[in-house]
């Protein structure tokens, strides 16, 4: 069985840092694009970043190009995201999501709230 | 970008009807998009990609039709657990992708 659970998610101020993890289990996940998508409370989903399968291919949404870093280590089964820089509007349930365009599978999701 | 544009923001319909979910994007995207079902306190589930083509596991009730600007989701018999909220999602201009600000089909 495909799984994908997410972690690290917490209560942090404003210009503070965060790291999410992603562990994927039920499939290598050498073979596949990832991607992390957001959802702040109560709206619509909004893609965040992407790493190709070898994390040779990395893009960025522009609200977080230059503080957040998306990175994967596929010996550990393990994706991550490097969240510096954190604002309000950061705040949302961050999810990891397989795929290169759509995504087939996604993780239950991590909170991160940025609040003083 | 790419915008997205669902319609309507609600859709109430009674169980065992059909539902006819509305995307409108900005530009041409071809056939590259998706629909993703929400549960409350759950994550995306994928329904839907490449305009038509279903998901592995998704029910035939739920079909996907449109290309280029305009694209329909519809569920031809509504099941009580299809009340959710639906997204949709494009991909040729990518990146980013972009999503709709979704729709929710509410029991009427």
């Known amino acids: 069985e495909v799984q994908l659970v997410e972690s690290g998610g917490a209560l942090v101020q404003p210009g503070g840092s965060l790291r999410l993890s992603c562990a994927a289990s039920?499939?290598?996940?050498?073979?596949?694009?990832m991607n992390w998508v957001r959802q702040a409370p109560g709206k619509g989903l909004e893609w965040v970043s992407y790493i190709s399968s070898d994390g040779s291919t990395i893009h960025y949404a522009d609200s977080v190009r230059g503080r957040f870093t998306i990175s994967r280590d596929n010996a550990k089964n393990s994706l991550y995201l490097e969240m510096n820089s954190l604002r309000a509007e950061d705040t949302a349930v961050y999810y990891c999501a397989r795929g290169w365009r759509s995504y087939d599978y996604w993780g239950q999701g991590t909170l991160v709230t940025v609040s003083s | 970008e790419v915008v997205m544009t669902q319609s309507p923001a609600t859709l109430s319909v009674s169980p065992g009807e059909r539902a006819t979910l509305s995307c409108r994007a900005s530009q041409d995207v071809s056939r590259n998009l998706a629909w993703y079902q929400q549960k409350p306190g759950q994550a995306p589930r994928l329904l839907i990609y490449a305009a038509s083509i279903r998901a592995t596991g998704i029910p035939a009730r739920f079909s996907g039709s449109g290309s280029g600007t305009e694209f329909t989701l519809t569920i031809s018999s509504l099941q009580s657990e299809d009340f959710a909220v639906y997204y949709c999602?494009?991909?040729?201009?990518?990146?980013?992708?972009?999503f709709g600000q979704g729709t929710k089909l509410e029991i009427k």
């Open positions: 039920g499939f290598a996940l050498s073979s596949y694009e």
């Open positions: 999602q494009q991909y040729y201009n990518w990146p980013p992708c972009t």
